[in-house]
């Protein structure tokens, strides 16, 4: 798909300045473009939670294989036990029990009665069991006092799976109940989509570690943090960090490192004179993408080198975690089977104050949410890392609007 509106996206723009900025529209129409899922690969029951189906699974067996007791009592035969009541007990010989794994070897004649457990198979001859609280055992005999229909308490084969049924579709994403249902069937593993691989660049020569000391005018790293988080909810898999200095050599060699589906890389993605990262991905691959027409993450951008996906992330950690979530995480989840939209919930509520915007331009906009009312924070900088965490979650303002009036009923994304 033609990038119209990125003419200036060949171009240095460092201390120049974007000329052009791409629509969000197009740039997540490139991303769907590029990144179809994975390829598949066979993974074991312990791993497969939270992994994509990559093919329908069908059930080899049926669920239960045999007829089996829903309760704890006594099998017989449903007949017999016509008339049953608390003035009216009748009395059966127990000739044996039967109990999960251990069938009673033999058949039930009549007035006999066979002592079961939950999950043992009936016994021939049963048809019905009487839960042991309608039930009292005597010298090799018991007397119950409820009548039972045919069938009553038994789970028959095949009640929970047939076999030969579809019972999870491709494309569904693995729950604790799923991979027990797979697990229910036999199978020791499932094929799923593989994980894309993602390494994170994080540039700058002002960043210093958490935890060491920071010279002065250093500021602490954040957004690989950040970015970790969100990586593992959208189903990254083999996170890598890695520290470059804004030196070509250094940039250069983390982005062709082999291994990587998704290369994100923090910081150096504007027009400063030490921004290297988007002329090193347009000479290594392409960079049909640089800079787009939000707000914030303007310096945004997306390209290849090689089969690798190449986001760059803005060093403003509010902007970092915006173009993430458009851009790169999109693209994550959709390589690894996922859908494209956000995973973050929806809401309504009545915007308490006006929002200003701007025509052709998209705007995330940070909001409290309280009883019903949505009141944009004052602090919104893309620096401001704080206004996230303050915040409930983000109003989108589309590219066609000037705004929102106070009073105007929007959607709210919630951070959760």
């Given at each position: 798909?033609?990038?119209?509106?990125?003419?200036?996206?060949?171009?240095?723009?460092?201390?120049?300045?974007?000329?052009?900025?791409?629509?969000?529209?197009?740039?997540?129409?490139?991303?769907?473009?590029?990144?179809?899922?994975?390829?598949?690969?066979?993974?074991?029951?312990?791993?497969?939670h939270g992994r994509v189906l990559a093919a329908d699974v069908t059930s080899p067996i049926d669920v239960p294989a045999f007829d089996r007791s829903a309760?704890?009592?006594?099998?017989?035969?449903?007949?017999?036990?016509?008339?049953?009541?608390?003035?009216?007990?009748?009395?059966?010989?127990?000739?044996?029990?039967?109990?999960?794994?251990?069938?009673?070897?033999?058949?039930?004649?009549?007035?006999?009665?066979?002592?079961?457990?939950?999950?043992?198979?009936?016994?021939?001859?049963?048809?019905?069991?009487?839960p042991?609280?309608?039930?009292?055992?005597?010298?090799?005999?018991?007397?119950?006092?409820?009548a039972v229909p045919a069938l009553k308490h038994i789970g028959r084969t095949g009640e929970d799976v047939r076999s030969g049924t579809v019972i999870l579709l491709r494309g569904h994403r693995l729950r604790p109940q799923d991979v027990g249902l797979l697990a229910s069937i036999g199978l020791p593993n499932a094929e799923v989509v593989r994980q894309p691989q993602v390494r994170l660049i994080v540039t700058g020569n002002e960043l210093a570690e958490p935890g060491e000391s920071k010279r002065p005018f250093q500021i602490y790293e954040a957004n690989s943090d950040i970015v970790a988080g969100?990586?593992?909810?959208?189903?990254?898999?083999?996170?890598?960090?890695?520290?470059?200095?804004?030196?070509?050599?250094?940039?250069?060699?983390?982005?062709?490192?082999?291994?990587?589906d998704v290369v994100l890389i923090s910081g150096g993605s504007s027009v400063g004179s030490e921004d290297h990262?988007?002329?090193?991905?347009?000479?290594l691959g392409e960079l049909p993408i640089h800079g787009v027409a939000m707000r914030p993450s303007s310096p945004a951008g997306a390209g290849r080198v090689g089969e690798a996906l190449a986001f760059l992330l803005p060093g403003?950690?509010?902007?970092?975690?915006?173009?993430?979530?458009?851009?790169?995480?999109?693209a994550i989840r959709r390589l690894g089977g996922l859908p494209g939209e956000w995973p973050y919930q929806k809401t309504r509520?009545?915007?308490?104050s006006k929002i200003v915007s701007q025509i052709g331009r998209v705007d995330y906009c940070?909001?409290?949410?309280?009883?019903?009312?949505?009141?944009?924070?004052?602090?919104?900088?893309?620096?401001?890392?704080?206004?996230?965490?303050?915040?409930?979650?983000f109003v989108i303002v589309p590219a066609s609007s000037e705004g929102c009036a106070a009073g105007t009923e929007i959607d709210v994304w919630l951070y959760g």
């Open positions: 798909m033609p990038v119209s509106d990125a003419a200036g996206a060949a171009r240095d723009v460092r201390m120049r300045g974007f000329q052009s900025r791409t629509s969000v529209d197009n740039v997540l129409a490139w991303i769907d473009e590029h990144s179809a899922p994975l390829t598949s690969e066979p993974v074991s029951l312990a791993d497969l309760m704890d009592g006594f099998a017989l035969r449903s007949e017999e036990t016509v008339g049953a009541g608390d003035y009216n007990p009748l009395s059966f010989a127990v000739i044996g029990a039967a109990m999960p794994g251990q069938p009673f070897n033999g058949s039930l004649r009549t007035g006999q009665a066979v002592r079961i457990m939950t999950g043992a198979p009936i016994p021939d001859g049963a048809d019905a069991v009487v042991a609280e309608y039930a009292t055992e005597r010298d090799d005999r018991v007397e119950i006092t409820s969100l990586v593992a909810r959208d189903g990254g898999a083999n996170f890598e960090r890695v520290r470059c200095r804004d030196e070509r050599d250094e940039i250069t060699t983390a982005i062709t490192a082999p291994g990587a990262a988007p002329s090193i991905v347009r000479e403003n950690p509010v902007s970092c975690l915006c173009a993430y979530d458009f851009f790169a995480g999109r509520g009545v915007l308490a940070r909001v409290r949410v309280a009883d019903g009312l949505i009141e944009p924070l004052a602090l919104s900088g893309a620096s401001i890392l704080s206004s996230t965490t303050r915040a409930t979650g």
